[in-house]
């Protein structure tokens, strides 16, 4: 069981229990821009659990950080995830800096389509915060925008569903490199 504190400047972090020579396990990452909604936060946490991918959490939540309000979406895969909680836009750029990680934001107001993107194994997948999207500052520092094309007319997709999609094609171009 994971001890979510409720302090508001610390970075914590929870190893995943898939080894890391496993076929699963990618240096591929998915961050959530201040997400509002517990509910997708922990189906997306399951999904990067299951394909072995790391977890960023860009704080402040629109709910409180807790085992309990993830269990219903994340159920028992949450002991199986490497989640990073960053207390800031700003400390998790500077994190990213550090490493070197190529950052690719998306958001409906772009205009690539994510199926024609070359995705790397030092991809951040950031996605926005469901009610909102993410700030200016953010699209700045993006590498990338990518969009997930939808029928017009519609707004969006759930953000849950959109880091699947996105996770899906990234993983397909990374296994297989030639395609």
């Not at 990618?26 to 399951?46: E, K, S, V, Y």
């Not at 199986?80 to 400390?91: A, G, I, L, P």
């Not at 990680?101 to 790397?120: C, E, S």
Request: hydrophobic residues 45%; neutral net charge.
């Amino acid at each position: 069981m994971h001890e979510f504190r409720s302090q508001r400047c610390f970075i914590e972090t929870f190893p995943a229990r898939t080894a890391p020579d496993t076929a699963l396990a990618h240096p591929m990452q998915i961050a959530l821009f201040q997400p509002d909604i517990a509910q997708n936060t922990g189906t997306i946490l399951r999904l990067c659990a299951c394909l072995g991918v790391a977890a960023h959490i860009i704080e402040p939540a629109g709910f409180p950080f807790s085992d309990r309000l993830f269990r219903r979406a994340g159920m028992d895969y949450l002991d199986h995830v490497s989640v990073t909680r960053h207390d800031s836009w700003s400390k998790f750029e500077d994190w990213r800096a550090t490493q070197g990680y190529r950052l690719l934001l998306f958001t409906t107001k772009a205009a690539t389509d994510y199926r024609d993107f070359h995705y790397q194994t030092s991809d951040i997948l950031l996605f926005g915060r469901e009610s909102a999207g993410v700030t200016d500052a953010v699209v700045e520092a993006a590498d990338a925008r990518l969009v997930i094309p939808i029928t017009a007319g519609l707004r969006s997709l759930n953000v849950a569903m959109t880091a699947a999609m996105a996770a899906g094609e990234a993983l397909r171009q990374l296994r297989n490199p030639q395609v």
